[in-house]
């Protein structure tokens, strides 16, 4: 995560250097550090450094990695020809080079040549089946192109290899729950929760799976899920009050009121009250909202 100070170092930066005061290598080092998108200076202020033979020359052995950066730059702003002059000039130092050979994988996606680029990913990972940033190129290729079906597969392929990449399982749980695949997206929240257990949204989401995939269990372990959302969040999560309420009124339609819970009944009563302070204080206008839905699931009189 970018700290405070040196996002506005950043700031300071790139004001100085727009305004003809220098310091662009400096900037350009720090865009790189913090992994900051500002593809436009980038290109600016890269080329600029690029096309003065005294200032490259400067650099040293960090010139090629000036040209890494402009030519991502550049494909970022679709200068197709400013990208393509940048990797040849590093094809031409490193001949060979995986690390060459994944920009013009990427030269190829902007071109829209996917075919193309598949083989030139496929051949890459054929020498180094471990390469982390040739399986994410071909997952975002496959985002590019609309094909969520393909988008699945690259990803289970991916985390095969790569299991601990968390926002990789997150993606693919969105992509399921956007597929109405709940049972998969379920594991998916699953396995982030075993690796990450106290991270509320992973509760919330997987809560809420579970109560859209409906059943007397799911909807139980839904409930559980809902409260340690709300337990994790020190009871100020919305969503994980309404998810309880809305569990236990449905848990209790199910079973018709059989061996209704002492605790379930506590949970709700709480749960209950607490939207409804926190809609005093935060949304009294829609408080009347809110009591009509809860007393329609028979959670207040």
């Not at 054929?126 to 192109?145: F, G, T, Y």
């Not at 409930?223 to 209790?252: D, P, W």
Request: aromatic content about 8%.
């Amino acid at each position: 995560m970018v700290g405070a100070s040196e996002e506005s170092r950043l700031n300071c930066l790139e004001i100085q250097v727009d305004n003809g005061g220098g310091g662009a290598w400096e900037y350009l080092c720090l865009v790189r550090k913090l992994k900051a998108r500002r593809s436009d200076k980038v290109l600016k202020h890269g080329l600029s450094i690029l096309n003065d033979h005294r200032a490259r020359s400067k650099l040293g052995g960090e010139e090629w990695t000036l040209y890494e950066q402009v030519a991502i730059a550049a494909m970022d702003c679709q200068r197709v020809d400013i990208a393509k002059d940048c990797i040849a000039e590093l094809r031409k130092q490193f001949p060979g080079s995986m690390r060459v050979g994944r920009l013009e994988g990427m030269l190829l996606e902007v071109k829209g040549a996917w075919p193309e680029a598949e083989k030139a990913y496929q051949r890459l990972l054929e020498d180094n089946p471990l390469d982390q940033v040739i399986h994410k190129r071909k997952v975002a290729m496959a985002k590019a192109q609309g094909n969520a079906s393909v988008v699945v597969e690259y990803l289970r392929k991916y985390l095969e290899i790569f299991m601990a990449d968390h926002d990789a399982w997150r993606e693919l749980a969105e992509i399921y729950v956007s597929l109405q695949m709940y049972k998969q997206a379920a594991f998916c929240y699953e396995e982030l929760i075993l690796c990450q257990p106290l991270v509320p949204p992973y509760h919330l989401a997987y809560a809420e799976v579970l109560y859209t995939m409906g059943g007397l269990e799911n909807l139980q372990t839904a409930k559980m899920y809902y409260a340690s959302t709300i337990n994790l969040t020190g009871g100020k999560n919305t969503r994980a009050l309404y998810g309880v309420c809305l569990c236990i009124a449905a848990i209790n339609q199910l079973s018709k009121g059989r061996n209704k819970e002492e605790e379930s009944s506590e949970l709700q009563t709480l749960a209950a009250e607490s939207l409804v302070k926190d809609y005093k204080l935060r949304a009294p206008v829609k408080l009347p909202l809110l009591t009509a839905a809860l007393r329609n699931v028979k959670l207040v009189s």
